[in-house]
């Protein structure tokens, strides 16, 4: 209040806006009366993740950070370039460093870039891919073993959608069978869901994410739709996820969830050197 | 694999199936042994730590009575259990996951009174380039071009093999349709016949309709004489018939010439065609030499 102003026009002002405030009735819920000063006081105490009521002020602020390893073979990289293209409310960053307490290294970076998860593609070898899949702070994450990797560039997926369009998610039931499952459900939702009011979200709903569960792998697919109750064709990429191990903590901490029947591609090789 | 056991609950561990059977039928593996084994050994010290994950999935979820429209997620029953090897069944499974669940979220979007599909005419950055959707195009003609085609070629083939038989065919009916109009004009005859038309010509045998040239010609009967100029490159004047061939595969020009001169003049050649008084035949005198020459050896005379 820069201005000082007159007597007379506070004068005015007051009644004015008295009127305004008195017919507003309290709001009638089914529990009772409710002020509603008294739901304006209560709604911001409330914490986004204790809700009992429509939460009406959570906004999805996900965002993702996308990196690989150096030394990625191409086709993995083409896989992460459609990945970014995927997930408007994804960061690309550089290329990290291998080894070396990437544990560590990568949450910070991830902290830098002002990020909440992070999808890490790292090639070993030239030839196996392991991708990390991880919520942030202190969230949990996942190491994915990668397989038939099938990249948008492919001219047998025909399809084509918007960049950026809010993708539909659908899961195979049996992701609600177990514990494991469903925790990688919810990670995969806030990472791969573009959320509703993102600056580079585009309006409508052309395409959808199929994610599956067969023999114990995650498959993935992106279907473009074209019209309904028909005609859906593929847009890719396409992959295969087949978990290794869950931590408690961001890309290190405490192992929660070791897949028993993961064999490691070095040990195929060994047994199996065809 | 020396994993940090760090929490281990061993009642947690799961049963799960087995994927492959008994092809490596070991004894236990301890954690140590990087072996098959852990592929039919499911309740093996894998960690599962069920609560761990379950509070950490209380952690980072979403609040409970989010819209559906921050997740858009939907949850899809699989009807049957999909082969893996089985590529086409497989995909058959995805796509109907995909197909339920735009139904599903169509109805939704419906009820809420939301956009679903994008609009024709609405322009804005796709993902893939328009450049690379030309490829496609291309490639998905190409393709059907190459079908087209190896269907034609097969039809060819198919119609070559009956072309034969479809000649043959075609040869019996115009034989037949040939023996049908000769029979209709007999019949014809016979019907004027007995209709008791005159024939022409003042004849009262009507079998016969008298076509008679005066020229010793029958008519309709093929000719013997040859047609002077019956085809350019024919040089036997139309019947090519070869009197002698000595064996050497070419008749002697000789012959085939008196072939020719029979043909048109009749044996012998007409009289009046032989040249008599020429300069050569003024000074010889073979005819009235008595003894001389061959003696009688006609045959030496043709010279």
Avoid at chain 1, 44 to 66: I, M, S, Y
Avoid at chain 1, 70 to 75: E, F, L
Wanted: charged residues 35%; contains cysteine; positive net charge.
């Amino acid at each position: 209040m820069a201005k000082k102003r007159k007597h007379s026009e506070t004068v005015v002002a007051a009644p004015q806006k008295k009127e305004e405030v008195a017919p507003e009735r309290p709001k009638r819920t089914l529990l009772g009366w409710k002020d509603k000063e008294a739901a304006a006081v209560a709604a911001p105490a409330e914490d986004k993740d204790d809700e009992v009521h429509q939460p009406t002020n959570f906004r999805n602020k996900e965002k993702v950070l996308v990196t690989c390893s150096r030394r990625i073979a191409y086709r993995y990289r083409h896989l992460m370039l459609n990945v970014v293209s995927l997930l408007p409310h994804c960061k690309k960053d550089n290329k990290v460093e291998s080894q070396s307490s990437k544990g560590v290294a990568l949450s910070e970076m991830v902290e830098l870039k002002s990020c909440s998860s992070c999808l890490f593609f790292e090639c070993r070898k030239h030839k196996d891919l392991y991708l990390w899949m991880a919520k942030c702070p202190s969230g949990p994450s996942v190491k994915f073993l990668v397989n038939a990797v099938h990249t948008m560039e492919e001219l047998k997926l025909t399809g084509n959608h918007l960049k950026g369009s809010r993708p539909l998610l659908t899961f195979s039931a049996n992701f609600d069978k177990d514990a494991h499952w469903k925790l990688l459900k919810e990670m995969i939702t806030q990472i791969f869901g573009v959320p509703k009011e993102h600056r580079k979200s585009k309006p409508y709903h052309d395409h959808v994410f199929v994610f599956s569960i067969v023999d114990d792998h995650i498959w993935f697919r992106n279907y473009q739709v074209l019209n309904l109750l028909r005609d859906l064709t593929q847009v890719g990429p396409r992959f295969c996820l087949n978990p290794i191990k869950i931590f408690g903590g961001s890309f290190g901490g405490p192992t929660l969830y070791e897949n028993p029947f993961y064999i490691s591609p070095n040990q195929v090789s060994v047994h199996f050197p065809w | 694999m020396g994993t940090p056991k760090v929490e281990f609950d061993a009642e947690d561990v799961e049963p799960m199936e087995d994927e492959v059977d008994g092809e490596f039928t070991d004894s236990d593996s301890d954690s140590g042994e990087e072996d098959i084994q852990k592929l039919t050994n499911p309740s093996k010290d894998a960690v599962y730590n069920r609560d761990g994950m379950n509070d950490k999935l209380q952690e980072i979820s979403w609040p409970e009575n989010l819209g559906w429209l921050h997740k858009l997620s939907l949850d899809i029953n699989q009807e049957q259990d999909v082969d893996v090897n089985d590529d086409l069944a497989r995909e058959m499974a995805f796509y109907t996951q995909a197909l339920e669940g735009t139904r599903r979220a169509f109805e939704k979007f419906e009820t809420m009174g939301l956009p679903f599909l994008r609009p024709p005419d609405y322009y804005a950055e796709m993902v893939k380039s328009d450049t690379h959707m030309q490829k496609v195009k291309s490639r998905l003609l190409a393709e059907k071009r190459n079908m087209e085609e190896a269907e034609e070629r097969r039809k060819a083939r198919e119609s070559k093999k009956l072309s034969k038989e479809v000649q043959a065919q075609k040869q019996k009916e115009r034989a037949t349709q040939k023996k049908s109009e000769i029979e209709a004009v007999k019949k014809w005859r016979k019907q004027r016949q007995q209709n008791g038309f005159p024939a022409p010509g003042g004849k009262k045998n009507g079998d016969e309709i008298d076509l008679d040239f005066g020229d010793g010609v029958k008519p309709f009967a093929k000719s013997n004489k040859q047609r002077p100029g019956v085809s350019p490159g024919d040089r036997s004047g139309g019947k090519g018939r070869m009197k002698s061939w000595k064996g050497t595969g070419k008749p002697d020009k000789k012959i085939v010439k008196r072939d020719r001169k029979d043909s048109k003049f009749g044996y012998g050649g007409r009289k009046g065609m032989k040249k008599q008084n020429t300069a050569d035949t003024t000074d010889d005198f073979r005819g009235f030499r008595k003894t001389g020459g061959d003696g009688g050896n006609k045959k030496r005379r043709k010279q």
